[in-house]
Nanobody, 124 residues
Framework: QVQLVESGGGLVQAGDSLRLSCAASGRTFSTYTMGWFRQAPGKEREFVAAINWSGGLTSYADFVKGRFIISRDNGKSTVSLQMNSLSPEDTAVYFC?????????????????WGQGTQVTVSS
């Protein structure tokens, strides 16, 4: 069992940056593929970014490429999402997710564990 706790959300202005963190419990964190998803009001959850167990392979949604960076620290059992050049369209609840299998995927239903989410609000 893995428990995930997100932090770092908040209210920022357009153009600002924000760094989200996700702390994981359990001794097998380094074996998990980790992902970030988001859900805006009235919209379906969507994939944002993912990183493989070593941090050597990443994947991003097209709408965040060049703006967001996902990284992980296996020694601290954390995964982070650095978000730059934020726009009001990035307003959403951001979720951290863990996947036991090694392959990176953008499909949320393939992730095994989820955090409670952290709210990110970007004002114009």
């Amino acid at each position: 069992q893995v428990q995930l706790v997100e932090s770092g959300g908040g209210l920022v202005q357009a153009g600002d940056s924000l760094r989200l963190s996700c702390a994981a419990s359990g001794r097998t964190f380094s074996t998990y593929t980790m992902g970030w998803f988001r859900q805006a009001p009235g919209k379906e959850r969507e994939f944002v970014a993912a990183i493989n167990w070593s941090g050597g392979l990443t994947s991003y949604a097209d709408f965040v490429k060049g703006r967001f960076i996902i990284s992980r620290d296996n020694g601290k059992s954390t995964v982070s999402l650095q978000m730059n050049s934020l726009s009001p369209e990035d307003t959403a609840v951001y979720f951290c997710a863990a996947k036991k299998r090694a392959t990176i995927t953008t499909r949320g239903n393939e992730y095994d564990y989820w955090g409670q989410g952290t709210q990110v609000t970007v004002s114009s």
